[in-house]
């Protein structure tokens, strides 16, 4: 998807709606639960504000991160959103309600329908504001630190430091809430910012 993405914004800059068809399909999944953890219940419509916003101004899009630009978009549809209700939705949800996540499939596909599922991201908007939108940004959309602190206006440190936090916030209360009986599921970890270190390579035998 990375690959493609880049491709597909040049081809609906250019006009091809079959392209901005696949942005949209790439994108929604994933803002609409960023949404749903900033506004609950009004989600949908700050997303179709949102992506209002990306048809009228994709022409003036000059490279860079996609998904951050339009996530940037959303986030500032979600708090003029926030601004007009001048409230922050909050939608209690019994931790007892995340029993039906365990599922007899491999534990990271658990942890992906885990985050996933409306109990989870209800879950979610319960953790402090700023460790949900980290964990959202890093988890769920799937930015790096760096490019999720340029979203929210903050340092990279901060997000990671916050992210940090909010997962184990969830996973204490995903494990509270699950069957003793029941397998574990843990919230997927945000996206590494380090290439992994190269294995040392192995040294001549002397003599």
Do not use: C, K
């Not at 942005?23 to 989600?43: C, E, I, K, N, S």
């Not at 658990?110 to 460790?131: D, F, N, V, Y």
Request: charged share 25%; no cysteine.
């Amino acid at each position: 998807m990375t690959r493609e993405l880049p491709e597909a914004v040049a081809a609906a800059q250019a006009g091809d709606e079959e392209a901005f068809r696949f942005l949209y399909r790439t994108l929604q999944p994933a803002l609409l639960r960023y949404l749903t953890t900033l506004v609950g219940a009004d989600a949908e419509d700050v997303a179709s504000e949102t992506w209002l916003q990306i048809s009228r101004d994709l022409p003036t899009f000059t490279g860079g991160e996609f998904r951050a630009w339009s996530v940037t978009i959303a986030r500032n549809r979600a708090m003029d959103h926030l601004r007009r209700q001048r409230r922050r939705p909050v939608v209690p949800v019994p931790v007892q309600a995340l029993n039906d996540l365990a599922a007899e499939t491999d534990t990271a596909d658990r942890a992906g329908e885990a985050i996933a599922t409306e109990s989870a991201l209800a879950l979610i908007r319960t953790l402090p504001p700023a460790e949900a939108e980290a964990v959202m940004l890093r988890a769920v959309i799937g930015l790096d630190a760096e490019t999720a602190g340029r979203v929210l206006g903050r340092r990279a440190g901060a997000v990671r430091t916050a992210a940090h936090r909010g997962l184990r916030r969830l996973a204490a209360l995903l494990e509270r809430s699950a069957p003793d009986d029941a397998p574990q599921v843990t919230p997927p970890r945000p996206r590494t910012d380090r290439p992994a270190p190269h294995a040392p390579s192995a040294e001549p035998a002397e003599g």
